[in-house]
């Protein structure tokens, strides 16, 4: 499919002489009401007896260029290629040699593989002049080639408002094994529909360093309208995109949209290390709706440098998977910037804190922010006990504006229980914090309710009104009551003595009861009950979300190492069931989850204050 360009009727004769002496070359004109040289050798002959342009097998892209160059118009022009030579099911290769291909300087000009097969190869060129093509005419670009193993880049854009790729089939670009794949200097250059470093890569040794380089103004990385599929193709190799190079003039304005990185379009793999990377002396870069994946940092903005700062960088709406690291790292140093108060620092988009969610249940998510930032929540890929947790998509309605206070809720989310949640905050100047931790959605309430008591002894927990076990109305069942405290039992018997004289609500208890029976009682929260755990074994009550025992018992830390739990359900009472330790593999845990309302059995390496995650 070719570009679609609006040709001109006629663009003149033009004749130019290349000074040189002995030897001038001289460059053929196009054609009056051509708007097309084409290519048709796949040789590139430096020499000074080259073929003329245009030829039926003699124009070589080399000739093919300079004639373009010579022509002085500003009206529309094709470079393509001769579909006979080049054809579409098997590719011809045009190796470059000798000297890089001259810069394509004509304005409104395009380089066309677009409906042909060409690919453009330069392995004996050396330095940094060594491009597969360089464009340096204002609105000229190139697409439909394929690049392959140059030196500097594949494609080199200097020129105002150059392009690199279209967006359609046919029209994009494929680079390889060059050492970037787009260099863009010129202002409001546009990089689309490009398949870069999509070979396999050796990992120890990748070719390409860095898929595409951004270094000017209003550079377009994408698009602003979603295609399908992405726009750019990004993967294997250790920087996707990168905005800036360290040192040079100041630019803003640089957007990043709609790319596909660190995946190929045929949902392949194809890691990086880092998805965007934000260097100064750039600022106000817009990187959204691009889909990041198998990435060992999603988004990252150096630090300050000798006083230099990015800043006024929006991230929103980037989906992600699978990364190894963080998704939005302000620093790049692979570490969460912990919340200050305050929160008026310098350094990358000002380490802007990220917001913090207070309450999070299935009717009601609410925390603060700084005032008047904009909020968008992400759920999360949650691996219980880790710190591994990475955004995945915004949530539908999670986009909320904190007040002037810095609070923010929405009510009725579309959330579940058992959904893990990450946030982020932009402030009014653009700059996006990065993503807080992982929060878990509850139900909003607990209920504990009537306990069916086995014959044997049952650990379980009481949820009746305190009550004196003397004047206690216990189902007769019931012969002994036992309570673990402070390392030894206080009991309780029927008509004996006892040391055991209340039970309390909540409290975890030995019951041994003769038959079936039922211990009636209830209790509904909506808040997390805390227990105070002392050195040694103690025996509590679990009332906190349901989730998994990594999770529940995260708040301790190292500070217990066995947990037990004691099984009533009647097939087998009496039988121990074993968790572990926070070392124990998860093949040997005879239960996964903390279950609300339920006793279980701890061995505590030192007293902590369990507050477990809110139901």
């Known amino acids: 499919m070719a570009l679609i360009w609006k040709l001109s009727a006629a663009l003149g004769c033009v004749l130019a002489v290349l000074a040189g002496g002995a030897g001038s070359r001289i460059v053929q004109p196009v054609r009056a009401a051509d708007a097309v040289i084409t290519v048709t050798s796949t040789l590139d002959d430096t020499g000074d007896d080259v073929p003329e342009c245009p030829s039926d097998t003699l124009c070589t892209l080399r000739q093919a260029i300079e004639t373009a160059n010579a022509d002085g118009s500003d009206d529309l022009l094709h470079i393509v290629f001769d579909p006979a030579i080049f054809p579409l099911v098997e590719p011809a290769t045009i190796e470059i040699t000798g000297q890089a291909l001259p810069a394509l300087s004509r304005s409104n000009a395009a380089i066309d593989g677009s409906g042909a097969g060409v690919i453009l190869t330069g392995p004996t060129l050396t330095g940094p002049e060594a491009n597969g093509v360089a464009i340096t005419g204002t609105a000229s670009g190139v697409a439909g080639l394929q690049f392959v193993d140059f030196a500097a880049a594949c494609i080199f854009l200097e020129g105002v408002d150059t392009f690199a790729g279209v967006h359609a089939e046919g029209s994009r670009n494929r680079l390889d094994d060059c050492a970037i794949g787009i260099l863009a200097t010129g202002a409001g250059a546009k990089i689309r529909g490009n398949v870069i470093g999509m070979k396999p890569a050796d990992p120890a040794t990748p070719a390409m360093q860095t898929g595409v380089v951004a270094a000017a103004a209003d550079v377009v990385i994408g698009g602003v309208v979603p295609p399908i599929p992405a726009y750019n193709a ?10 800036g190079r360290g040192a040079g003039d100041a630019f803003s304005g640089v957007v990043v949209r709609h790319n596909l990185i660190g995946e190929s379009y045929e949902r392949m793999a194809a890691p990086v290390d880092t998805a965007v990377l934000i260097d100064h002396p750039s600022n106000a870069t817009l990187v959204a709706d691009n889909a990041i994946h198998n990435a060992g940092t999603g988004i990252a903005i150096v630090a300050d440098v000798n006083g230099m700062t990015t800043a006024g960088n929006t991230l929103t709406g980037n989906t992600y998977e699978g990364l190894r690291g963080l998704a939005i790292d302000l620093g790049f140093d692979g570490l969460r910037n912990p919340n200050d108060d305050g929160d008026a620092d310098n350094g990358p988009n000002t380490f802007l804190n990220f917001p913090v969610l207070t309450t999070s249940s299935q009717s009601l998510l609410a925390g603060t922010a700084c005032a008047n930032c904009r909020v968008t929540l992400y759920g999360a890929s949650h691996v219980p006990g880790t710190n591994s947790d990475f955004p995945l998509s915004p949530i539908i309605g999670g986009d909320v504006f904190a007040d002037d206070t810095g609070q923010f809720s929405i009510a009725s989310p579309l959330v579940s229980p058992g959904d893990w949640l990450m946030g982020i905050a932009t402030d009014a100047a653009g700059n996006t914090s990065e993503f807080s931790p992982s929060v878990y959605v509850g139900a909003g309430t607990v209920q504990c309710g009537n306990i069916a008591l086995q014959p044997g002894w049952n650990l379980v927990g009481y949820f009746g009104s305190t009550t004196s076990l003397e004047s206690s109305a216990l189902p007769q069942a019931i012969t002994a009551a036992h309570s673990l405290v402070g390392g030894s039992y206080a009991s309780w018997f029927p008509g004996g003595p006892s040391t055991l004289s209340f039970l309390q609500t909540g409290e975890p208890y030995w019951f041994y009861s003769d038959t079936l029976a039922a211990l009636d009682g209830g209790i509904s929260l909506s808040t997390a009950l805390p227990v105070e755990l002392s050195e040694g074994w103690n025996d509590f009550v679990y009332i906190g979300a349901a989730v998994d ?31 572990g330790g926070p070392d124990t593999p998860g093949f040997a845990h005879a239960f996964k989850a903390m279950q609300p309302c339920t006793a279980f059995r701890i061995l505590m390496l030192s007293d902590q204050t369990f507050v477990p995650l809110a139901p």
Do not use: M
């Open 234 to 243: 990004i993967g294997n190799v250790p920087s996707a995109i990168v905005v």
């Open 549 to 579: 025992v990594a999770d529940a018992l995260a708040p301790l830390g190292d500070s217990w190492s066995a947990l037990y739990r004691f099984d009533n359900d009647g097939n087998a009472p009496g039988r121990w069931q074993s968790y």
